[in-house]
Every structure is written in C-alpha cells, then in structure tokens.
C-alpha cells in the first residue's frame, strides 16, 4: 500500500502585472488569446454589474484596474494569505463544477474564476469563464496556462484527472491545487484498496472479498446468500454498483464486468461485499493532510426512480443538513472513519489534500456508521446544496486547506435547507437522447432569489437554444428556512422548465420530510 506523498505546496510566481488598455473584456476563451499580450487578467476585480469577467460597458476604467492591480500585488508580495487575492481555475464541466464556480464567484477574495472545460450554462450564467480548448488532460497545457495567467488556486471536481495524476503535476509546478494526488486518489480510483485501508486501521466497513475471476467470486456470493453487492474496482462514472436481490442478478452483474468488460479495465476486479441494510447518506469533509474539518451534512438519492427504485445512478436528487446525521453521530464519523484515515493515508505515504466524500450507511441494527466508498471530490448534486449554503469564503477556505492550515477555519453556513432536483435526460442511466431543446431555464430562476439553476450537461445549438448534453442535465437548486420551503421553491422551478425530453424523481427529501416534526 506505500504510494508517493502528495508533496509540499509552493506559491507560484506571479507574473509582473501591465496596465492594460481600456477595452471589454469578453468571457470567451478566444478574446483572453487575443489579448494576452496587454494585461494579467487575474488582477482584474469583478465589478459590481456583472458576475464574471464579461462585464461589459461597466467594466474598470484603467486607473481602478490600476489600483486594483497595485493592491493585489502588494498583498501578495507581503504574504498576507489570508487577505490576498487569488484567480482560480475549476477543472470539469458538469453540475459540481458549476456551484464551485457560483460560490467561487461570491468569493471576496477571488478576482476572476476560470473553467476548463466548463460548459454553456457555466458560460452564459458569468459564473466563470470557460475555457473549452484548454486540454485537462494535458497537465502540461494546464500548468502553462495557470503560468501565464498568474492561478493561484485550482481545484478539481472530477475524478479521472485526479486519478491520472493532474494533481501531482501541479503541485510539482508549484501550483496551490486543491485535490488528491494520485497516489492518494486511488481512495476512490480502487475500492480495493479502499477496504485494504479500512482493515489495516480498524475503519469501519462491510465484509468483503476481491475477485478476478468469476467462478470464484460466484461460489463466494453462493455461500454468503443474498442481497448481496457487486462492485467495480476502479472508476464507472458512479454506474458499477449493482445490490443484487437474487442469485441471478448477482451472477449477471460478476458476468457482465469480469467477462463482459462492461466497465472495461475498471471492472477487470470485483469486490463482491455484504449488503448493509439502513440508510445511506453522504458525509464530506476538508482534508489539508493532517487535520480534517466536516462540511454540513447532506443526502443524495441514487436510485433512478422514486421511492429509491431502479438502477443506481450519479445522483437523482440531495438536500442539506440531513437530519439522520446527528451532532453525535457527526461525531462518531470524524473520529472513527474520517480522521483514521486521513492518518492512515499519510502513514502509507499519501498524504491526502482535498475533500473525503464518505458514502455511509447508517446501519439499522446498532444505529452506527459504516463506510460503504470513498469519493476524493466534492459529490454531484451533494456539491450544489453545500455551495448555495456555504457563506464562507470559498477560495480561502481551500487554499487553507492547500497550506496545511485548516487548523485556522472556522466555516459559515447559512440557516435554513437547501434542495437540488436533478433533470435527466429520458432513458437515463441507460441510452438516452442528445441534442433535445431545453426551454424556461431564465424563467426558473427568475422565481426567486434563492433559485439557482445549475448546469450539469447543456450546450447550445446553432440557434442559440440550450440543448442536453448528457444524462444528468440540470440542477434545480433551492434555499429555505425549512426544507419543506426548499422542496417547493425546487420543484417549483422545475415545473417552469419546458423540456419534454427530461424527467426527474418527484419525491427528494422524502426520508427527512417523513422524519420532521413541526415544532410546538
């Protein structure tokens, strides 16, 4: 199990700053190009009229770009980290990465935000710039541009650059990235060794066994009976789970991974573990290394279809606090899952920097947490209720967390419920349709202030129509002072979008609606 530490973070050179010429910025990647040569955009504060880089007409004059430009600068040079300014760079395109860029916008300290490669939503919302020939896959393509254009903090959402080591790259140029090396990623990268952790630190978790071959791994399921769980090693876009009810379905889903290749190399090794029965529910907390601080609670609904029916999928649906997690069993969590392992991981020599996602499972029978997987990035919805919460400043939180400084956080939630119903493409998690026209999206949002719309899997046609993209296509996220509130704004919004080729879960929040009771 010994892998590489993640390594010691260095501040980047910025880059002397120019005074630019007075022209409008535009957000698009091609615009920035072209204007490289004249100006850092990095320094540039976002202004009071527009959300992102494009701010038009409103845009700074020279001489407050001027200003803004000496104060930035001497911030930095002082090594104030707690008060200077920072330009970041989201990595992905889906749901998570558009609430990291919304509250990465509401940031003081954050003078522009960036997303590689983002998508049309992220884009038209002035959440961030998108950057969508920008290759995340080249590490070197990402180091150059955070280089030139003075990053001072990345962080990545989805796991596969995590996995393949985009982490590790930039840290090694100097780069504060807030994300797992590889090393340390393989936490979610192989849930083998995942459960090998878990025995060698006395974590919490369900019986299991390893299998290549699939005449062993179905004597195993023989002798243990069903339900029981069947498990892709490695990385299956959140699709390699299957809790199989009969011996049959359990035998087909060992088949279709080990000798059908159903999930390539990724299911070229099955855990086959012991069916947990309870509640499941997703516990996240900020990792600097050595020292670990919760996030709010939240709840995903993974199941396609309402009352928890059909296959799993990435995420139908999530609300947050979750009343299930307790102040106690919160507890329980950090010092008997969360900490262990994060003093485990750094015993092996993978040092872990960026955020567990922790899939639990409230066992019904003791009432006590067990590990089910681990997530090394913030979940999708889950990250869309967290970040329409989250009143802290987002960019120093994480560079904090970059700094192995955590120990000096003390995060700010807002009161009150947040909810997030996902719209999905029709036929999703299986075959589903492209390219169909989504309608009503300003009017949704329009309902209230405290109705955003997220953009999981969208793109725009010819016309300028924003079309589906993917499986998982929106997020319909709501605020209220109960989650009840939350739920109506919700679906509320839902119900404003025209889009007939999609279809949602009508019941999210349905464990916590069923458990509230109405104070006295």
């Known amino acids: 199990m010994n892998c590489l530490a993640h390594g010691a973070l260095k501040n980047p050179g910025f880059p002397e700053p120019l005074i630019p010429i007075n022209f409008n910025l535009s957000p698009s990647f091609s615009c920035i190009l072209r204007w490289k040569k004249y100006l850092s955009p990095v320094h540039f504060r976002k202004c009071s009229a527009h959300s992102g880089l494009g701010c038009g007409e409103n845009a700074l004059n020279s001489s407050d770009r001027r200003r803004t430009i000496i104060s930035a600068s001497s911030s930095i040079e002082n090594g104030n980290a707690a008060e200077s300014r920072v330009s970041a760079l989201v990595i992905g395109g889906g749901g998570r990465e558009h609430a990291l860029c919304y509250a990465l916008q509401r940031s003081p300290s954050c003078d522009a935000v960036f997303c590689a490669p983002g998508n049309a939503g992220i884009s038209s919302s002035g959440s961030a710039t998108c950057l969508p020939d920008l290759n995340i896959s080249d590490s070197s393509a990402v180091v150059s541009f955070c ?18 080591g985009l982490a590790n790259d930039l840290v090694g140029a100097g780069i504060p990235t807030f994300g797992p090396s590889a090393e340390a990623a393989a936490l979610e990268g192989s849930k083998d060794f995942m459960k090998k952790l878990c025995d060698k630190y006395d974590i919490p978790t369900a019986k299991y066994r390893t299998f290549t071959e699939a005449m062993a791994a179905k004597s195993y399921i023989e002798a243990q009976g069903v339900p029981i769980v069947v498990k892709a090693d490695g990385l299956a876009a959140g699709k390699g789970v299957v809790v199989a009810e009969t011996l049959e379905q359990a035998f087909e889903a060992v088949d279709s991974m080990l000798l059908g290749g159903a999930f390539g190399v990724a299911g070229s090794r099955v855990i086959v573990e012991e069916f947990l029965e309870g509640e499941e529910v997703s516990f996240f907390a900020l990792v600097d290394g050595k020292d670990a601080v919760p996030l709010e609670s939240a709840q995903d609904h993974k199941r396609v279809g309402d009352g928890d029916t059909g296959p799993n999928t990435g995420g139908m649906g999530a609300y947050s606090p979750a009343p299930i997690l307790t102040p106690e069993l919160q507890s329980l969590v950090m010092e008997s899952i969360i900490l262990p392992t994060v003093k485990g991981m750094a015993a092996e020599g993978c040092k872990f920097i960026g955020v567990l996602f922790a899939g639990l499972m409230i066992e019904k029978k003791t009432g006590l947490p067990k590990l089910l997987e681990y997530n090394v990035r913030f979940g999708d919805p889950e990250c869309q209720v967290l970040m329409v919460r989250l009143e802290s400043d987002l960019a120093q939180v994480l560079l904090a967390a970059c700094r192995g400084d955590l120990g000096s956080v003390d995060l700010k ?12 493409s ?4 299986g075959t589903y349709k492209k390219g169909t026209v989504i309608k009503n999206l300003d009017e949704a949002e329009q309902l209230s202030p405290l109705v955003k719309v997220f953009h999981a899997g969208t793109a725009l046609d010819p016309d300028g129509n924003f ?19 939350a739920r109506d704004r919700a679906y509320d919004a839902v119900g404003v979008i025209n889009w007939p080729d999609g279809f949602f879960r009508q019941d999210i929040g349905w464990r916590a609606l069923k458990r509230h009771v109405t104070p006295n």
């Open 147 to 164: 280089r030139d254009w003075g990053i001072g903090l990345v962080i990545i959402g989805p796991e596969a650059p995590l996995v393949a």
């Open 467 to 485: 079309v589906a993209a993917g499986g998982r296509v929106l997020g319909l996220t709501a605020k209220g002072d109960t989650l009840e509130v």
């Open 413 to 424: 939630w807002a009161h009150g419920s947040a909810m997030v119903v996902v719209m999905a």
């Open 426 to 429: 029709r036929g999703y998690p």
